[in-house]
Nanobody, 124 residues
Framework: QVQLLESGGGLVQAGGALRLACAFS????????MGWFRQAPGKEREFICA???????SYADSIKGRFTISRDNAKNTVYLQMNSLIPDDTGVYSC??????????????????WGQGTQVTVSS
């Protein structure tokens, strides 16, 4: 059974930066593609970015150029570096695992495993 544990959320002022981490356990991390999603109060879950094999990546237009996803297969961890944060980035950020390493899918339904999420709050 895959388990995911996010860390690194918090309160930051607009223009600031945060780095989220998602620790993966229970299976072979290098066989899974990983995604980050967020959900703001009263809104639907939103795709942020994903990373697959050979570090292929996909980003939502809303965060492109500000956020960077990366993975360290030796540490079984995926990271989300968030720069130039704006209040609209506020939400619960969750990582998710897709057993298809060749996929960098934007659809939450294609991810089998989810973390509990970590709160990110950006103040103006």
């Amino acid at each position: 059974q895959v388990q995911l544990l996010e860390s690194g959320g918090g309160l930051v002022q607009a223009g600031g930066a945060l780095r989220l981490a998602c620790a993966f356990s229970g299976r072979t991390f290098s066989l899974y593609s990983m995604g980050w999603f967020r959900q703001a109060p009263g809104k639907e879950r939103e795709f942020i970015c994903a990373i697959g094999s050979t570090s292929r990546t996909s980003y939502a237009d809303s965060i492109k150029g500000r956020f960077t996803i990366s993975r360290d297969n030796a540490k079984n961890t995926v990271y989300l570096q968030m720069n130039s944060l704006i209040p609209d980035d506020t939400g619960v950020y969750s990582c998710a695992a897709n057993p298809n390493i060749y996929s960098i899918d934007r659809r939450p339904t294609n991810y089998n495993y989810w973390g509990q999420g970590t709160q990110v709050t950006v103040s103006s």
